[in-house]
């Protein structure tokens, strides 16, 4: 498991693991909804904090080969729909800032 740094504000590395799963989830669930078929193709490998849990690092897979321009591109124009999905689903006074980058099928970053 990867380790995950105590957030600002002192937040335990269990909040932090728990914030993760959750936008995990908020995600996974965000891109099945969405009419992009890049985006519908995609699979959600892992959501990481970097540096810490203001910012999250969403890791995604494209298995069907739109290629790394495509996918970043459709990512950043669904941003704001993907954070407004966080924000529904986490309670939060501030949805954290979401990054994304593409990993190869089974590849890791």
Do not use: W
């Not at 600002?8 to 728990?18: L, W």
């Not at 490998?45 to 790394?68: A, F, N, S, T, Y």
């Not at 321009?69 to 800032?97: H, N, S, Y």
């Amino acid at each position: 498991m990867t380790p995950y740094p105590t957030g600002r504000g002192g937040r335990s590395d269990a909040k932090t693991r728990q914030l993760c799963a959750q936008v995990h989830d908020a995600l996974s669930y965000a891109l099945g909804e969405t009419n992009d078929p890049i985006l519908m193709d995609l699979v959600l490998d892992r959501v990481e904090p970097m540096p810490d849990d203001r910012h999250l690092l969403v890791v995604v897979q494209d298995l069907h080969g739109h290629g790394l321009l495509a996918t970043l591109a459709a990512l950043d124009r669904a941003r704001g729909f993907l954070r407004t999905a966080v924000a529904e689903l986490v309670a939060r006074k501030r949805v954290p800032q979401l990054s994304f980058t593409v990993v190869p099928p089974g590849g890791a970053s």
